[in-house]
C-alpha cells in the first residue's frame, strides 16, 4: 500500500491532465492523482479550467476528500481553500468546505405531507353562532347566554387604526371629487356661453344680408321708375 497523505493536508503537486471539468493532480510519493473540480480553482466562476492552470504547473492543494467507488479510491483536491503563493491553509476550520457540501445536498419536498392543526379560534358554532367553538362543544341553552371569544387588545387596536385610516383616505378624497364636479361645472358652462355667442353671431349675419338685398332691389326699382318717368316726357315733348 502507498502512503497516502492525511485528509486535510496540504502539500504542493504537479498538474498531470486538464479537462473540461477540471485538473489532475500528482500525489508526491505515489502514483495516485487527485481531481481539483473547477469549482474548487477559485472563489470566482471558472468555466474552463485550462485558463487557470496547465499541463506541467505545480499548484499548492488541500485533500478534502476520499471515496471508494468500484474498488478504486478517489481523492478530492482543492486549490481555493490554500495561498497559491505560500502554501498557507485559507480554511483551517474547513468552514466553506462544510458550505459546499450543504449546497451540494438535495432538497426534500415535503407538499405531500398533510399539516393538521387543532385550533379552532376561527370556528363557528352553528348551534349558537358565536365563534371559538364546535356545536357539540356548546352548552347553551335555548334562551340562555351566549358565550364567545373576547377579541385580543392588538387585533382591537389594528381594527381601529384601520377604520382611521379609511375616515382619513374619505375626507382627503371627498373635497379632491368636489374640485372634479366644480371643475366639470365650469367648463360645460363656458362651452354653453361659446355655443350661445356663436350662435348669436350668425343669426345677426343673416339679419344684416337681409336689408342689404332689399335696399339693391329698391334701388333697382326706383331707377327703374325714373327712366319711365324721363321717356314719359320726352313722348309729351315730341307730340307738341
Given amino acids: 500500500m502507498e502512503a497516502l497523505p492525511e485528509l486535510y493536508s496540504i502539500f504542493q503537486g504537479e498538474v498531470a491532465a486538464v479537462t473540461e471539468y477540471g485538473a489532475f493532480i500528482k500525489i508526491p510519493g505515489c502514483r495516485k492523482q487527485g481531481l481539483v473540480h473547477r469549482t474548487h480553482m477559485s472563489s470566482c466562476r471558472v468555466d474552463k479550467p485550462s485558463e487557470i492552470v496547465d499541463v506541467g504547473d505545480k499548484v499548492w492543494v488541500k485533500l478534502i476528500g476520499k471515496e471508494m467507488k468500484d474498488d478504486k479510491l478517489k481523492l478530492s483536491l482543492s486549490m481555493k481553500v490554500v495561498n497559491q503563493g505560500t502554501g498557507k491553509d485559507l ?44 356545536a357539540k362543544e ?78 339693391t332691389k329698391h334701388s333697382e326699382k326706383s331707377s327703374k321708375a325714373q327712366k319711365k318717368k324721363k321717356k314719359k316726357k320726352h313722348k309729351k315733348k315730341a307730340r307738341d
Fill in 91 to 134: 480554511d483551517p476550520n474547513n468552514v466553506s468546505l462544510d458550505q459546499d457540501e450543504r449546497k451540494k445536498r438535495t432538497f426534500r419536498d415535503y407538499t405531500s405531507q398533510k399539516i393538521t392543526l387543532e385550533a379552532v379560534l376561527n370556528t363557528v358554532c352553528k348551534k349558537c353562532g358565536c365563534k371559538g367553538h364546535f
Fill in 138 to 215: 356548546c352548552f347553551m341553552q335555548p334562551g340562555g347566554t351566549k358565550y364567545s371569544l373576547i377579541p385580543e387588545e392588538e387585533e382591537e387596536e389594528v381594527a381601529a387604526a384601520g377604520c382611521e385610516r379609511e375616515k382619513k383616505s374619505s375626507l382627503v378624497e371627498e373635497p379632491s371629487k368636489k374640485r372634479k364636479k366644480e371643475k366639470k361645472k365650469k367648463k360645460k358652462h363656458k362651452n354653453k356661453q361659446s355655443s350661445e355667442s356663436d350662435s348669436d353671431s350668425s343669426d345677426s349675419d343673416s339679419d344684416g344680408a337681409q336689408p342689404a338685398s332689399k335696399r
